[in-house]
C-alpha cells in the first residue's frame, strides 16, 4: 500500500509528472490498485505559513498554502488502508486526459502586472550506467551516458492563476490569491529566468475593483468576489465539510481551517 503525495512544485523542480504518465509522454500510466496519488494545488515544497514570506532571494512571496491539514487526514487514511478497514479516498492529481496536465509552454496563467512566468523548468534524462545496473546494481559507466530527456509536465489552471486539478484545500477553493508551486530566482542574486528551487509563490488578488483598475490586475477583487467576511467564511467552511465528507481532510480540523482563513481575511482587508 502507497501513497504518493506531492506538491505542485515537484511538476516543476522535481520531474513529478513521471509519477503518473508513459515513458514517452503521450498518455496517463495506470496506476496500480495498491497506490494512491495526491497532489496538492496550489502548494510549494514545504507546507506554506502566513503571512507569506517576502523577498529572500525570490521575485515573489512564498507561497502560504498551509497543507498540512490534508496530510493529517492521509496520514490516518493510509493507516485504516494498510489495517484493512477502510479503502482511502481516489487519487487526486492532474491527468492528460482531463486535460489538466500540460506542456509549460501552454499553461494559461493570468497577464499579472509585474509578474514573470517560468520559461524554463527541471527535466528527467535517460541515462546508462552500464549492462549491469538494473539486474545487479553494479555501476560500470560513470558518469553515465546521457540520453534522450522524458517528456515534462505541469499543472493547467484557471483564468485566477490557481491549479484545478488535485487535492484543493478551502483556500484554493475560496481564494484570496493565486498560490504558484513555482517562483523564481530575484535579480540580485542571479539567473532571473530561473526557478527557486524549493520556493512557490503567493500573488494576493486586488482588495477592490478599484484596485484591480488602476494596476490593471485582470483579476476579480476580494471585495467582488466575496462582499464581505462572512460571506467568504461560509464558502471556506463549505469547501471544508465537503472535503471532510470525501475524506482529504478531517471533519475536527474544519474550525482549525476557518479560523486560519479568517486571520488571512483580516490580513489582507486591513492591510493598507
Not at 19 to 35: F, K, L, N, R, S
Not at 104 to 109: G, H, S
Not at 112 to 123: A, F, G, L
Not at 195 to 213: E, N, Q
Amino acid at each position: 500500500k502507497i501513497f504518493y503525495t506531492t506538491s505542485s512544485y515537484e511538476y516543476y523542480g522535481r520531474s513529478a509528472s513521471l509519477i503518473h504518465t508513459t515513458p514517452d509522454g503521450e498518455a496517463d500510466a495506470p496506476i496500480h490498485d495498491g497506490t494512491r496519488i495526491y497532489m496538492f494545488a496550489g502548494s510549494q515544497h514545504g507546507a506554506g505559513r502566513f503571512p507569506p514570506p517576502s523577498g529572500r532571494g525570490t521575485q515573489n512571496s512564498a507561497n502560504a498554502n498551509d497543507y498540512r491539514w490534508g496530510l493529517r487526514a492521509l496520514l490516518l487514511a493510509l493507516n485504516d488502508w494498510v489495517a484493512g478497514k477502510a479503502e482511502p479516498p481516489p487519487s487526486q492529481y492532474p491527468r492528460m486526459s482531463d486535460h489538466q496536465l500540460v506542456p509549460l509552454a501552454e499553461v494559461r496563467f493570468p497577464k499579472i502586472p509585474s509578474v514573470e512566468i517560468p520559461k524554463r523548468m527541471h527535466h528527467g534524462y535517460r541515462v546508462d550506467y552500464g549492462p549491469d545496473f538494473l539486474s545487479k546494481g553494479i555501476v560500470t559507466i560513470e558518469p553515465p551516458k546521457v540520453g534522450k530527456e522524458f517528456r515534462m509536465f505541469v499543472p493547467q489552471v484557471n483564468s485566477d492563476g490557481n491549479e484545478t486539478s488535485g487535492i484543493q484545500l478551502p483556500v484554493i477553493q475560496a481564494p484570496l490569491a493565486s498560490y504558484m508551486g513555482w517562483n523564481l530566482r530575484a535579480p540580485e542574486i542571479g539567473a532571473p529566468k530561473e526557478l527557486y528551487s524549493m520556493r512557490g509563490s503567493y500573488i494576493a488578488f486586488p482588495k477592490t475593483a478599484a484596485d484591480s483598475k488602476k494596476t490593471g490586475d485582470p483579476r476579480a477583487s476580494i471585495k467582488e468576489r466575496y462582499g464581505n467576511r462572512k460571506t467568504y467564511l461560509k464558502k471556506i467552511n463549505e469547501a471544508s465539510r465537503k472535503l471532510a465528507r470525501e475524506g482529504y481532510i478531517l471533519s475536527h480540523d474544519i474550525p482549525g481551517i476557518t479560523q486560519q482563513a479568517a486571520k488571512q481575511w483580516d490580513y489582507h482587508m486591513k492591510k493598507n
